[in-house]
């Protein structure tokens, strides 16, 4: 069946139409989904019930189960596991800033993109999420809380590039007036580096913000750390990247997780600064997160300081990223399938 969730309005009042009824009671379901954040067609009191019948045999409509939260003990970020209505698992984390809530969602069960300091990519990939499971995320948080969200970030589980349309079309919808209506501004968009999705978000021409997942300064010592590398040079990469800053002009993010012995030398903090050059960027350095199955340490406090004064030194806008969430594996590169673990004595 269709998911009802991931349909546009336009689509809505097609099917609506379709089914001899009003337009308007396209934008009343519409609503109901989308900006009151109904969970099931029972709560949508003002449609009459007969049409709302005929919607439950022809589309799929269902929250996401929430099967555990977690919350940190440190500053209150919540993890939450929800069961997607095949069975499915993803994970999404709730982080309260000065500026409001901010989530950051899951765009696939698992990962194929095998980056070796990701939990989220060890069981590999099971599937895309639909435009509408994107959203349920954030509507079941919304819910879960009593507060609106006010910023969204797609990096949790999953390559959102890899699952390009489903992704371009949240995008569109999560920022549409009709819905939530989050700007296009507080949207943010995390790649490990797929070329082709870059070069098509550029042609969007979308307000949203690109955050690319670098690690390493360059190519021979990025294809160790991550394999999407030896299909997309950073050449490709950083000229799909100008293509979408002339597009956007929006400032360009680089994630940079530090990790002992590895990326955080002198010298790769040159070489980064070589490769930046005069972009309007920010480079996010992150202390790699731990994870068991990898065995890599986080590069110590005084260093990953050392290493941000070295790339200021060089012109190099630079933040220190505050991993909310670490203890309960809510954190950058931490989110994986725990169900096997937690199931057995939900």
């Known amino acids: 069946m269709e998911d009802l969730l991931s349909m546009t309005l336009p689509e809505l009042t097609e099917a609506v139409t379709d089914m001899g009824e009003k337009k308007f009671r396209a934008r009343q379901i519409y609503e109901w989904i989308h900006k009151k954040g109904a969970a099931s067609f029972s709560e949508m009191t003002n449609v009459p019930k007969n049409l709302r019948e005929k919607l439950a045999g022809a589309y799929s409509f269902s929250a996401p189960e929430i099967r555990t939260v977690q919350e940190s003990k440190i500053d209150g970020t919540r993890k939450y596991l929800f069961r997607m209505s095949d069975g499915e698992y993803v994970e999404s984390v709730l982080m309260r800033y000065q500026y409001g809530l901010s989530v950051c969602i899951s765009s696939q069960v698992g990962c194929r993109m095998g980056c070796s300091f990701c939990a989220s990519t060890l069981l590999g990939l099971t599937r895309n999420l639909t435009a509408g499971e994107m ?6 948080i919304q819910r879960d809380m009593g507060e609106r969200i006010s910023h969204v970030v797609v990096m949790g589980t999953g390559e959102p590039m890899d699952n390009y349309d489903n992704l371009v079309r949240f995008l569109h919808m999560i920022s549409d007036e009709n819905g939530l209506h989050i700007s296009e501004r507080d949207l943010t968009v995390s790649t490990c580096g797929i070329v082709p999705g870059i070069r098509k978000l550029a042609e969007e021409k979308m307000a949203i913000n690109l955050a690319l997942s670098l690690h390493a ?14 299909a997309y040079s950073l050449k490709e990469i950083f000229e799909a990247l100008d293509l979408y800053y002339e597009a956007t002009k929006r400032r360009l993010t680089f994630e940079y997780s530090l990790i002992r012995g590895v990326n955080d030398s002198d010298e790769c903090a040159r070489e980064l600064s070589r490769l930046l050059g005069r972009r309007n960027a920010l480079v996010n350095l992150i202390p790699v997160n731990p994870v068991r199955e990898t ?15 070295k790339l200021e030194n060089y012109g190099i806008h630079v933040t220190i990223r505050r991993e909310m969430g670490r203890d309960i594996d809510g954190a950058c590169g931490q989110l994986r399938k725990r169900y096997e673990e937690t199931d057995s004595h939900l």
């Open 135 to 140: 959203l349920s995320q954030v509507y079941a």
């Open 217 to 230: 300064p360059n190519d021979e010592l990025r294809k160790k750390i991550m394999p999407v590398a030896r």
């Open 295 to 309: 065995g890599y340490r986080e590069t110590a406090r005084t260093d990953v300081l050392a290493f941000q004064k």
